[in-house]
């Protein structure tokens, strides 16, 4: 019976031929494993920009070039936001940001009287409606 398990486990090898694998992926390197490429999708403002208009004046219409000049905006708006967020919290040396940091992010990426228009409007929307009536 030894002889049996012996005669089964020995083979030769030669220079010449490769060993056979034992998985069930070969690894070929001339042939490279192809995945599929995720899509990645841009970030577009434009579903709520419609939806915004719907709330606020349902009556307008927007051209798909007023359209895609307002996503362009607010997309150039929030590149400038995530720019300043993230030197706020390089200084700062904390992750989590915090309404003052907003409100501060805010003062450097708006000129003007934009700037406290838009205070005003961020301050209503993140505390309660009481301390404003």
Do not use: W
């Not at 398990?5 to 694998?21: A, H, L, W």
């Not at 300043?84 to 919290?89: D, G, I, M, V």
């Not at 409100?103 to 404003?132: H, W």
């Amino acid at each position: 019976m030894m002889d049996f398990f012996q005669q089964e486990t020995d083979f030769e090898v030669k220079d010449d031929e490769p060993i056979p694998s034992t998985s069930t992926h070969d690894f070929n390197p001339v042939q490279r494993i192809r995945r599929k490429k995720q899509r990645r999708e841009e970030l577009s403002f434009k579903p709520y920009i419609l939806r915004m208009k719907k709330i606020v004046s349902p009556g307008l219409k927007l051209s798909s070039n007023a359209l895609e000049d307002l996503d362009n905006m607010l997309s150039n708006v929030y590149q400038m936001y995530c720019s300043e967020f993230q030197l706020l919290s390089s200084h700062t040396k904390i992750k989590t940001l915090s309404d003052k940091d907003v409100e501060s992010a805010t003062k450097l990426c708006i000129p003007g009287n934009l700037k406290t228009k838009a205070m005003d409007i961020g301050r209503r929307s993140v505390f309660p409606q009481e301390v404003y009536k």
